[in-house]
């Protein structure tokens, strides 16, 4: 048994044992999980991927004379005004403004929101468009100027869902090519995507949210942020396998951090031919071992996570529900999964090289006593079910 | 063929004077280079370009490109029609299933680092249409 402070105390003398989650199942083995979890402070978790459910909040300062923006866009994407004068949300998926979208199917989408997030942080000048219908207080009609991250008062990213715990595997059952969230996806189950770090993913190696909750210290994106509630859609409460693995979606985290400090290579916006634009963000938790139960579930392995395969070409759309089979994700990884009795060749959405980086670079600051793991203030639910939305005649 | 055949990837950028010149039948005919183009986009009165695979002894496929240097077109050796961006790559490995050559491979098991094989590149453009990073562009 280790306490936080315990922990935290190795960490700044400079003594803290850290491993990555991918070495940590080897490293178990070897030494026995008695021994390990004495000796052991902590283990990284970390994921890559796109994540539709990030943006950030920008303060711009004010202008000579005052405006109080009601409408704005940031290298001609709209953001969102409905704040304090000149406080703005920039959202990953906001497409550029005169984007035709999939008016002449698939849409090519090749700048959004996301690609706004990166340019700020790879220090690029964007321009700011504003406009406002004037007040006693708030003159300015309407502002057009240029500026960089460092010329705004703050730039905090604030991502109501990240970090899937488990993600569905896409397939596409019906006569035609579909372009999906998850790719590409050919006729016939011709192809398969997935997008999971699996073994390495955060909350894979704490399944039931021992030591991730409200308050966990993360790295964002290169930036030391926080968990600020759980995710949106976070249902803790999915089916399990007898080891506790979630058997899809499950919980989810929602993020925050100084976009100041983040690292470019980790902030990166994507275009989905057919779909639209995201961001793809590189995040790390570390999970400090407390005892040999918290050590035990980040041995978690590829082929003891299990993933649903469903249909993107009519299951997921009409939201049935319906889930074709499930596959482990050291199936995944080999390129090649069994559906319904045929081979269906694999792509994965989610960059394992990156999120080994990343849990390489947080591994490399706790040890030099850069990076402190945080107690939670309050836990995740474990026990909740996602609600759909129920279209309804009149007001009940 | 005999057992001298080399096989080379090049790309020819055409300036807009040259596009006219029925330069690949010389190369065929003249110079006895077995051609193989991935892709071309040589249209008169503008610039154009071509990828090719050349096939002949080491020295028609040398006489072949002096050939074509006598003319004002640029031969480029690594016959770089696809162009892609080792820093822009998050090596996510979405685009292997797409890349019909497996010119774009998961290099390393551990890792998962992927790797582009230039020279077994057909130039399909399939990696261009779907990487959600943008990596892979075309020079043309």
């Not at chain 1, 869902?161 to 090519?177: F, I, K, M």
């Amino acid at each position: 048994m280790k306490t936080y402070e315990a922990i935290n105390d190795r960490i700044e003398s400079g003594k803290a044992v850290v491993l990555t989650a991918d070495e940590i199942m080897d490293y178990v083995d070897k030494k026995g999980l008695q021994a390990a979890a004495e000796e052991v402070d902590v283990v990284t978790t970390a994921t890559f991927g796109p994540m539709c459910s990030s943006g950030c909040f920008l303060n711009f300062g004010h202008s000579k004379p005052r405006i109080r923006m009601s409408e704005a866009w940031v290298a001609d994407v709209l953001v969102y005004t409905g704040l304090a004068a000149v406080d703005v949300y920039l959202g990953c998926t906001q497409l550029r403004h005169g984007d035709p979208a999939n008016m002449y199917p698939p849409g090519e989408f090749r700048y959004g929101g996301g690609h706004v997030i990166e340019d700020l942080v790879a220090g690029k000048t964007l321009q700011l468009f504003a406009l406002s219908y004037g007040t006693d207080c708030y003159p300015l009609k309407e502002i057009r100027t240029y500026f960089t991250i460092q010329d705004l008062n703050q730039a905090i990213m604030v991502n109501p869902r990240n970090c899937y715990q488990n993600y569905n595997v896409a397939v596409n059952r019906s006569d035609h090519t579909i372009y999906t969230y998850m790719g590409r996806l050919e006729p016939h189950q011709k192809n398969a995507n997935y997008c999971s770090a699996g073994q390495l993913s955060p909350l894979l190696n704490d399944p039931y949210y021992e030591t991730i909750g409200v308050g966990t210290r993360v790295w964002l994106a290169g930036a030391q942020g926080h968990v600020y509630a759980e995710g949106t859609q976070h249902a803790g409460g999915v089916g399990r396998t007898p080891e506790g693995m979630p058997m899809g979606g499950a919980g989810t985290l929602a993020l925050t951090g100084d976009m100041k400090a983040m690292r470019k290579e980790f902030v990166r916006g994507v275009s989905f031919p057919g779909y639209g634009v995201s961001l793809a963000l590189g995040i790390g938790i570390p999970i400090p071992i407390l005892n040999e139960e918290v050590l035990r579930r980040t041995c978690v392995r590829d082929r003891d996570i299990l993933a649903p395969v469903v249909d993107y070409g009519s299951e997921y759309p009409q939201n049935t529900g319906n889930v074709i089979g499930h596959v482990n994700y050291e199936q995944l990884r080999t390129g090649r999964i069994e559906v319904e009795g045929r081979t269906v060749e694999v792509g994965s959405l989610s960059s394992y090289y990156k999120a080994l980086e990343v849990a390489h670079l947080l591994a490399d600051e706790i040890r030099r006593g850069d990076f402190r793991v945080a107690a939670p203030i309050s836990p995740l639910k474990k026990d909740t079910k996602m609600k759909p939305l129920v279209k309804r005649e009149s007001p009940r | 063929m005999n057992k001298d055949t080399v096989t080379k990837k090049l790309m020819f950028y055409f300036p807009k004077c040259e596009c006219d010149k029925p330069i690949i039948y010389h190369l065929v005919k003249d110079h006895h280079l077995i051609v193989n183009i991935f892709r071309a986009k040589v249209t008169p009165e503008e610039e154009g370009y071509l990828v090719l695979d050349v096939t002949g002894t080491e020295a028609a496929i040398q006489g072949g490109i002096d050939f074509v240097k006598t003319f004002n077109v640029t031969v480029n050796y690594s016959g770089k029609g696809v162009i892609r961006d080792e820093e822009r790559c998050s090596h996510c490995g979405y685009c292997v299933p797409y890349c019909p050559p497996r010119a774009l491979k998961i290099e390393d098991s551990v890792t998962r680092k992927i790797a582009y094989n230039e020279s077994e590149c057909i130039e399909c453009l399939a990696c261009i249409r779907i990487c959600p990073y943008g990596a892979c562009t075309s020079a043309f």
